[in-house]
């Protein structure tokens, strides 16, 4: 489960594997990365980057433990604004996890 929880904790991962997506063809390709601790994790996040990509991820545990971030979409594709994801990787046995997303936008 935590080769998942990685995986979705990279910003860095959308601008160049998705980066032929209409949600993900814009921003940097390099950036300083930064970490910023809330009441219930944290965020990692771009420096001075916001709204461009997919340019942060928290983590959060509440008596679950998930991840959540947002990717803009450009009004050309839709109506505009965030699109939401939240997932949650759960662990079925030593090798195996199921990982749960829910795409929330407008």
Known sequence: HQYAIDNVMDPMHGTYLHCTSHSMAEGERTAEM????TENGFVFEKEGQTGVNFDWVEY???????LRLSIPYRKQFGPGGEFWIVGYATPIDANNTRVFFWRCRK
């Not at 930064?34 to 601790?37: A, L």
């Open 60 to 66: 959060g545990s509440t008596g679950a433990r998930w």
């Open 34 to 37: 930064k970490h910023r601790t």
